[in-house]
């Protein structure tokens, strides 16, 4: 028998420091399947440097809380909203920036803690 896995309320938790002072990343849920895993999990980012990440897997991100200015390598920005979705490919290059805060829940095809 197969069994779901129920983590429970994520968006409250506290986010470890990701990258520079103000980019914080957590995985809280990784598939089973070793060939294609899936991870999913939550991303802030507060006011303060820009992040700017070369995606080595494929990932969308939901925007639930705040709000981004989202740049790729062409040089196109989206201020992202809590409701817009992005799909960012395998090789993508992202600015993230924020004047006050954003949060993003996000499901990429890696394993856990290969971000």
């Given amino acids: 028998m197969i069994k779901m896995s129920h983590v429970g309320k994520i968006t409250d938790a506290e986010l470890p420091l990701f990258a ?4 914080y990343l957590k995985d ?3 598939s089973n399947d070793g060939q294609a895993p899936i991870t999913a999990g939550l991303f802030r980012l507060e006011a303060g440097e820009p992040i700017t990440y070369t995606y ?3 990932e ?3 925007i639930i809380d705040g709000e981004f200015q989202i740049t ?3 040089g196109e920005t989206v201020t992202a909203r809590t409701g817009d979705l992005f799909y ?10 924020t004047d006050t805060f954003g949060l993003g829940y996000f499901c990429g095809q890696r394993g856990a803690d290969e971000a």
């Fill in 72 to 74: 790729d390598e062409s």
């Fill in 20 to 23: 520079g002072d103000n980019a």
């Fill in 88 to 97: 960012f490919p395998k090789g993508s290059v992202i600015t993230f920036t």
């Fill in 56 to 58: 080595t897997y494929e």
């Fill in 28 to 30: 809280f849920a990784v």
């Fill in 60 to 62: 969308m991100k939901l």
